[in-house]
């Protein structure tokens, strides 16, 4: 198992917790000097916080630990690919590398919608690695989405038949 590997499994391990809350399982770990110094996990939901993203939280976190805003020396290691806003983040934060694990072709910022990580004319470039585990990260992810669309589903059917047995009583009443 490569060192690359290994901080995903971290970062895997992290996207599990927000899975037991239900969240989407998205994690995220940042290494400084090859030790993990923050861990981050999905929690827009619990929170009720649209800025609770897995890569805010270990930033926020990393920042804390090293006493600077600069993260300098650090990479994060990421589940998906980060949005808009953790991409902007990424780069504020002066962190050198972001290595992911799969690509969000729909709202990702990391090469898949728009490369926000490596504009030139920005003042920081943010070196990216992509793919690392993405089966398993990817796998994780379409479960996930599968599970909730069943829910979903089933919370439908049982409405519906919830709404016969009334209509049922109703007719047995009259």
Not at 74 to 77: A, D, G, K, L, S
Not at 93 to 103: A, C, K, L, P, T
């Given at each position: 198992?490569t060192?690359?590997e290994?901080f995903?499994?971290?970062?895997?391990?992290?996207?599990?917790k927000?899975?037991?809350?239900e969240e989407?399982p998205i994690?995220?770990v940042?290494?400084y000097?090859?030790?993990?110094?923050?861990?981050?996990?999905?929690?827009?939901?619990?929170?009720?916080?649209?800025?609770s993203?897995?890569?805010?939280?270990?930033?926020?976190k990393?920042?804390?630990?090293?006493?600077d805003?600069?993260?300098?020396g650090?990479?994060?290691?990421v589940t998906l690919e980060?949005?808009?806003m953790?991409?902007?983040?990424l780069v504020q934060?002066?962190?050198?590398?972001?290595?992911?694990?799969?690509?969000n072709?729909?709202?990702?910022c990391?090469?898949?919608?728009?490369?926000?990580?490596?504009?030139?004319?920005?003042?920081?470039?943010?070196?990216?690695t992509?793919?690392?585990?993405q089966e398993?990260?990817?796998?994780?992810?379409?479960d996930?989405?599968?599970?909730?669309?069943?829910k979903?589903k089933q919370?439908?059917?049982l409405?519906?038949?919830e709404?016969?047995?009334?209509?049922e009583?109703?007719?047995?009443?009259?």
């Open positions: 198992m060192e690359q290994k995903m499994k971290e970062a895997i391990r992290q996207a599990k927000a899975r037991a809350l989407v994690g995220c940042i290494v000097e090859g030790k993990i110094i923050a861990r981050g996990y999905n929690r827009r939901n619990t929170d009720k916080n649209t800025l993203h897995a890569e805010l939280n270990a930033i926020r990393a920042s804390k630990k090293l006493g805003w600069r993260l300098e650090c990479t994060m290691y980060p949005c808009q953790c991409a902007g983040a934060s002066r962190i050198d590398e972001v290595v992911i694990g799969s690509m072709p729909k709202a990702g990391a090469g898949s919608v728009l490369n926000l990580l490596e504009v030139e004319d920005f003042n920081h470039q943010v070196k990216t992509r793919g690392v585990l398993e990260c990817s796998t994780m992810l379409s996930f989405f599968r599970e909730l669309r069943e979903k919370r439908k059917m409405a519906k038949q709404a016969q047995q009334m209509q009583q109703k007719t047995e009443e009259q």
